[in-house]
């Protein structure tokens, strides 16, 4: 039933607290990030030199754009990091294999440098520079991507953070001296250093602690949604009447090519984009905004992070807990198909009825991601005797999960959110098209809704399809109005 760091070491978790380090699962990454600016923002003198070191790799790399091509050999020494799994943080659902940062983050990175921000170091408007500005144009490249690449950038602290509680706190049977890769970069030889260090060692590889005061569970601070669309907000805080003004008749006309109706939120999100490749100055306007602003930043994320501590650790271990009394079954013979519907039943009655919805909401809007809730259930599938496979492809497309046990016993599991447009042709074909091609014996299906609008359109469509009744479809409300007060859920 080990699932967390404490659990896996037999730590207490208060002393993990004390360090200041998060208590991650060692069972598949948990969706929270390390945002730069909140190095940028800290008190703490460290942090603010974690931050000068990356702002000096950055201006680095701008010195090689503007000197001339970089080939390709070098674009990836120097810029297509691998993601340091060994920190449990992402978005993979099945353990801890993320993607890194292939060619692509690598050249919108390094064109970004080279062209639309020559001034990157150097900036007059913001009171300093920021890895986040260089994300800020191009779609694509988002939390996730900073994230990795402040994770690298900051690799060697990480590793001295997490030695120190080894040292201190784990025996010597639970740590290993090793020499890890990408930890110190040379500027006289232009070139990745390894160091040694004495970090904790688990089912043959390392793990990496990281504090809880730089993580964040949703967008960084600094983001392009933010950027655009709050985008006409930007102007009024331009000092200089000029620009303001040009700025302000560039987006109109723009827009202006829509007299007939009110221009679409993707239009002016559009329009907003063209404004500021025209105004390049208007990303320092956004972004000093953002450093006035910046305590607001370290407060938010703290309840962001306090509340996946609440959702992913204290509920899904108290969920587990109960699942181990209460269904001792799973071990004499009961099959995949109930054992996948049973544990798909608690999951729901946490989300509806303990006050697990709050995992799928910020301030008045729904998070509306799939990946949340497949992490959810697979943290409840620890303790099983089944196989648990997510993303499985078996020739016809990934299935969100295959249960298995031995050829004969399987059972694919897919969850989907009411808002996808592909729901109908999903419940009609997937599930099934998975099912033969896994010779899954049955299919279930769990579908999460976030208001009364999108039940209305779950249930429609489950009644065009003669579905209503179906035992293999669980609908799960995630609604927040219709929920006791916090302090009954």
């Not at 120097?78 to 920190?87: A, I, L, N, S």
């Not at 109960?322 to 004499?332: C, G, H, M, S």
């Not at 004969?408 to 969850?415: G, H």
């Amino acid at each position: 039933m080990a699932t967390f760091f404490s659990e896996n070491f037999g730590v207490d978790p208060a002393v993990l607290e004390k360090h200041g380090a998060f208590n991650i699962s060692l069972v598949t990454d948990l969706p929270l990030f390390i945002d730069p600016f909140l190095l940028f923002n800290s008190k703490k003198q460290q942090y603010q030199e974690l931050h000068e070191r990356i702002i000096r790799y950055l201006v680095f790399l701008k010195g090689k754009a503007t000197s001339g091509t970089i080939n390709a050999a070098l674009l990836k020494a120097w810029y297509c990091f691998p993601e340091v799994k060994q920190t449990w943080l992402g978005f993979s659902v099945d353990g801890n294999a993320g993607t890194g940062l292939g060619p692509d983050f690598a050249h919108a990175l390094h064109q970004n440098l080279h062209k639309l921000f020559p001034t990157f170091g150097k900036e007059q408007i913001t009171r300093g520079s920021h890895l986040e500005k260089l994300c800020l144009i191009r779609e694509g490249v988002g939390r996730d991507n900073i994230s990795d690449f402040t994770t690298n950038l900051i690799k060697g602290f990480l590793c001295e953070f997490t030695q120190k509680f080894a040292l201190n706190c784990l025996n010597e049977n639970q740590r290993r001296a090793i020499s890890v890769p990408g930890t110190t970069f040379n500027y006289e030889t232009e070139v990745w250093a390894s160091e040694r260090y004495t970090l904790p060692w688990i089912n043959g590889d390392y793990v990496l602690l990281t504090p809880k005061d730089l993580l964040t569970r949703d967008d960084n601070w600094i983001n392009r949604d933010d950027l655009i669309d709050g985008f006409e907000e930007i102007p009024s805080a331009i000092p200089d009447d000029e620009l303001r003004a040009q700025v302000s008749n560039y987006f109109e006309r723009v827009l202006a090519r829509r007299k007939d109706q009110e221009p679409s939120k993707k239009e002016r999100g559009e329009a907003a984009v063209k404004t500021i490749f025209e105004f390049p100055d208007l990303i320092d306007y956004y972004i000093r905004y953002k450093e006035e602003h910046g305590d607001e930043a370290a407060s938010l994320s703290s309840k962001k992070v306090s509340f996946a501590e609440w959702m992913f650790i204290q509920q899904l271990t108290n969920l587990q807990s109960t699942l181990n009394k209460e269904t001792a079954f799973y071990k004499t013979g009961i099959g995949t198909y109930k054992e996948a519907h049973t544990r798909l039943a608690y999951l729901k009655d946490v989300i509806e009825n303990k006050g697990g919805y709050r995992a799928f909401w910020s301030g008045a809007g729904p998070i509306a991601r799939e990946q949340d809730l497949q992490i959810m259930y697979r943290l409840v599938w620890i303790g099983t005797p089944s196989d648990v496979s997510t993303e499985v492809n078996d020739g016809r497309g990934p299935a969100d999960f295959k249960i298995s046990r031995g050829a004969k016993d399987k059972t694919i599991v897919e969850l989907k959110l009411a808002k996808n447009t592909q729901l109908r042709r999903n419940l009609q074909r997937q599930a099934e098209t998975y099912q033969k091609a896994s010779d899954a014996k049955r299919a279930i299906k769990g579908i999460l809704f976030f208001n009364a609008q999108e039940r209305v359109r779950v249930t429609k469509i489950l009644k065009e399809l003669e579905l209503t009744n179906s035992p293999d479809i669980v609908l799960i409300d995630a609604r927040k109005d219709n929920k006791p007060s916090g302090s009954k859920a």
